[in-house]
T-cell receptor
Framework: DAKTTQPPSMDCAEGRAANLPCNHSTISGNEYVYWYRQIHSQGPQYIIH???NNETNEMASLIITEDRKSSTLILPHATLRDTAVYYC???????????????FGPGTRLSVLP | DTGVSQDPRHKITKRGQNVTFRCDPISEHNRLYWYRQTLGQGPEFLTY????????KSRLLSDRFSAERPKGSFSTLEIQRTEQGDSAMYLC???????????FGPGTRLTVL
């Protein structure tokens, strides 16, 4: 799986959009970008994933650059409960690779400030 | 709550003792994963089951570790002769069919004294 680079920490004001960047310059054409987050003392929580198109769900939006070498997770209106470690993971999603584990990096620690 | 449960949530043991953790995946999820997470690090893969078959093991899974999923439903992870270095959060995740999104349980925090 391609390696990702994320800033170790970020702050965001409550109610503002939180934009979390991720670099994955060695990503290959069949690798997806996944985002998980982990609130203190809990298991990781799935947020969103995408291949090349921008994706949006009830939790967040995922913006992937045209060259796919980087992406941004957007939490549109951050709340205090969004304070967590956010992990960006890239991995192949193909029939031959179903079931492979995720490779987590250290992630970005997002602090939402009142 | 993702629907994946783990028991116990916390375990304190003395060095040299054996411990066993249980994971109940989401019903009908045929794939089950175990990860270990130490302080300040992301989760690290330990092992993976498809139904009752253990298909992959990480080199992190030493001979003191054993995992089972006897009926393809719940799974257990046993650590024999625990060491202080085994202190960590042990996470279980499950997924189903053609989706590759893993849903994690709350974890079991192990402290070895």
């Amino acid at each position: 799986d391609a390696k990702t680079t994320q800033p170790p920490s970020m702050d965001c004001a409550e109610g503002r959009a939180a934009n979390l960047p991720c670099n994955h310059s060695t990503i290959s054409g069949n690798e997806y970008v996944y985002w998980y987050r982990q609130i203190h003392s809990q298991g990781p929580q799935y947020i969103i994933h995408g291949l090349k198109n921008n994706e949006t769900n009830e939790m967040a939006s995922l913006i992937i650059t045209e060259d796919r070498k980087s992406s941004t997770l957007i939490l549109p209106h951050a709340t205090l409960r969004d304070t967590a470690v956010y992990y960006c993971i890239v991995r192949i999603l193909s029939r031959d690779n179903y079931g492979q584990n995720f490779v987590f990096g250290p992630g970005t620690r997002l602090s939402v400030l009142p | 709550d993702t629907g994946v449960s783990q028991d116990p949530r916390h375990k304190i043991t003395k060095r040299g003792q054996n411990v066993t953790f249980r994971c109940d995946p989401i019903s009908e999820h045929n794939r089950l994963y175990w990860y270990r997470q130490t302080l300040g690090q992301g989760p690290e893969f330990l092992t993976y089951f498809q139904n009752e078959a253990q298909l992959e093991k990480s080199r992190l899974l030493s001979d003191r570790f054993s995992a089972e999923r006897p009926k393809g439903s719940f799974s257990t992870l046993e650590i024999q002769r625990t060491e202080q270095g085994d202190s960590a959060m042990y996470l279980c995740a499950s997924t189903h069919g053609t989706t590759d999104t893993q849903y994690f349980g709350p974890g079991t925090r192990l402290t070895v004294l």
